[in-house]
């Protein structure tokens, strides 16, 4: 069993190793499988390896090595062989100090009440943390209820503000139809008048020249009198 794992380590998956080392997934997977094959130990969680940061320096270590993988993994194994070692001996070393207890029952039973009142503070605080949890989770379904009637607020008013813009949008066609209609009819009452003023500046043209045809044959009568000239006029 791994006994140079520190409290509170961080753990990482085999996709976060990757990540952490510059690799590949499966080349994480496949480097795992060499340093199992000659003795290296890993966390599991079921058949999942579980990678601490010794790990990410052993998959470094064999990323970057110029020998062989299995020989590089057995050199690894050794040195986890005595790190754990070393762990197991510093675990015996740190439990011994246990065998030293005070052998006056007053001593034993003030460290007694000092354990119990431990106990009893641990409690006490695990009390307080229980309700303050309870009235976090009161918080939060508050929380969600007003989240879902502001979403419901603001879906409502997203539909009558669609709606509004629907019937502005439908009046306005219908103005600008209106318009254009209005626009069409004076258009073509314009084309009439301008055809009509044409017609009747046809009648004047014609007019005029019909009357300089007639002055102008008068004009080559010389034997004709005048009044003949001015009977021109009157017609």
Known sequence: MRRDIQPNERAFST???AEEVGIATPTVRKYGQILERNGYEFLKDGDRRIFVQSDIGVLIALRDTDKPLDDTAKDI????????KGATETEIAVSSPYENLPQDP???KEILMFLVNEVAATREMNA???NDLSHLKTH??????????ISSNIANSAQKTIAKIEKLSEQQNAHYETLLQQEKE??????IEIQNLRDEQNKEWISQNEFNKRLEVAIQKPKEKWGGLFSIFRK
């Open 106 to 108: 007053n001593q034993l």
């Open 15 to 17: 996709k976060e190793a």
């Open 77 to 84: 194994v050794n040195q986890q062989m005595e790190r754990l």
């Open 128 to 130: 307080q943390l229980t």
């Open 186 to 191: 004076k258009s073509e009452f314009l084309q």
């Open 140 to 149: 939060v379904s508050r929380l969600q209820q007003d989240h879902h009637v």
